[in-house]
């Protein structure tokens, strides 16, 4: 008797606590944003920061904020998604950007493998005047991320986020700094979910 009543108390046990061990087998993987910046004068450099602000808001997430020239190699490949930030120097990204992509393949050796294949990327800008090349900087950094079957995505405004810093420009405001949340938020999201639907897919699950 007193057998049967602990075997009814193992099955009810189980019955319990079965959907917990499942569940937390089953938890979302940690989503990795790396946001990496050149910034001289601290503009592009407080967009990073709200970029990472709006990443961090996603559950299960975690993001490093990088100036361009310090990301290591274990930071770039770790990462589920890049996000770039640059000012605009003559209507384009700056120097120090173009060669933190170049050194993609000078220093961490992408190609041919395309090691950053799949990896989600997004850019942000700020420039001193309204029209005088952020969405070009913008674009020039997307389609960088393209060329390395990166998967692209915006956020903030058509092109990713952006900032007008000079001339009548109070410098960069509420509304600018809300647009770098949103492109952080949904690079997050969105890394999150290719990554959870390749994990799937790995298992076998279509
Ligand atoms: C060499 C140089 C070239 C620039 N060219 C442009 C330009 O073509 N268009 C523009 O809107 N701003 C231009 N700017 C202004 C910067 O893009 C702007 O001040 C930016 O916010 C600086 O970012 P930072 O504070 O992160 O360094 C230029 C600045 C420098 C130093």
Redesign the pocket.
Known sequence: MVQMWRLLLLCATSILIGPTIGSSADSPPITQVLVAYH???????RMAAAVAEGARTVPHTEVIVRRIGSVTAEELFAADAIVLGS?????NMAGEVKAFIDDWQFKFGVFPEFKLKNKVGAAFA????IS???ELTMLSILAAMLGNYMITVSGGGAFGASAT??GNSPGIDEQELGSARELGRRVADVAGAVKRGFALQERGVR
């Open positions: 910034s001289l004068s601290g503009n592009t450099e000012p605009v120097y003559w209507s700020t420039g001193g005047q005088s090349g952020k810093t000079e």
